[in-house]
């Protein structure tokens, strides 16, 4: 079974704060994603990447940046959090498969409260 | 920006009943609709997915509908229940091979499902 795992699942910062969100998928996909979910608003694409090293915005990148210099691991992070990026952040992977069916694998999630 | 509108945000089906989720979309270039399934506490994961060249797919208790000419699209649980309670989220996205960005998946804004006893 394909397995992403986020590095927490509930975290507490305080505005200002630099804040680094990790994911790790161990199925060798190519496709990484950050999500945050919002009751209301559903799930939004922050940032997404498909191969080591690149990275592509998503709808709502502002306040936020990626890294992937490892295949398996996609981070997130918040260079000055601030109280409106308290939220659920979701990762999710996929992988690129001849007919298939573009599905993305989501981790549990973790619940960012910025203080 | 491409768009998957979903109604109704919130569903309340007494058990054995039939639970209706409706999604319409705008960009005619999707030719993926999946519908994910979220438990609380957990990431969603994929329930069932159909792609435009059937009007219809079944899984289970679960049903996809899909009509291309309105561009709309439908998830039905026949036989609901309490297990069942989760949010529900639509999704849209072009074909994997369709070029650049395509192995992105548009999402509607979820609908939370309560079956109740």
């Known amino acids: 079974d394909v397995k992403v795992t986020q590095s927490s699942r509930y975290l507490v910062k305080r505005t200002g704060e630099k804040v680094f969100l990790e994911c790790v998928q161990d199925?060798?996909?190519?496709?990484m994603f950050w999500y945050r979910q919002d009751p209301g608003l559903g799930l939004r694409l922050i940032y997404f990447?498909?191969?080591?090293?690149?990275?592509e915005k998503g709808d709502i990148p502002e306040g936020y940046s990626v890294s992937r210099e490892k295949k398996e691991r996609f981070s997130l992070i918040l260079e000055s959090a601030s109280t409106n990026q308290t939220s659920m952040y979701l990762c999710?992977?996929?992988?690129?498969?001849?007919?298939?069916?573009?599905?993305?694998?989501f981790g549990p999630g973790t619940r960012l409260t910025v203080l | 920006q491409q768009q998957v509108k979903q109604s109704p945000q919130s569903l309340i089906v007494q058990k054995g009943g039939i639970s209706i989720i409706n999604c319409a979309y705008e960009?005619?270039?999707?030719?993926?609709f999946p519908w994910y399934q979220q438990f609380p506490g957990k990431g969603p994961a994929l329930l069932i997915a159909?792609?435009?060249?059937?009007s219809e797919k079944k899984e289970g208790r679960f049903t996809i509908s899909f009509n291309k000419s309105a561009k709309q699209f439908s998830l039905h649980i026949m036989d609901s229940q309490p297990g069942d309670s989760a949010t529900y989220f639509c999704?849209?996205?072009?074909?994997?091979?369709?070029?650049?960005?395509?192995?992105?998946?548009?999402f509607g804004k979820g609908t939370k499902l309560s079956v109740i006893p």
């Open positions: 999710a992977s996929s992988s690129l498969e001849a007919g298939g069916t573009n599905e993305q694998f």
């Open positions: 199925m060798d996909h190519e496709n």
């Open positions: 990447s498909y191969d080591v090293k690149m990275k």
């Open positions: 960009n005619t270039a999707f030719d993926y």
């Open positions: 159909i792609r435009p060249d059937v």
């Open positions: 999704a849209a996205s072009t074909d994997i091979y369709s070029g650049a960005g395509s192995y992105q998946l548009t």
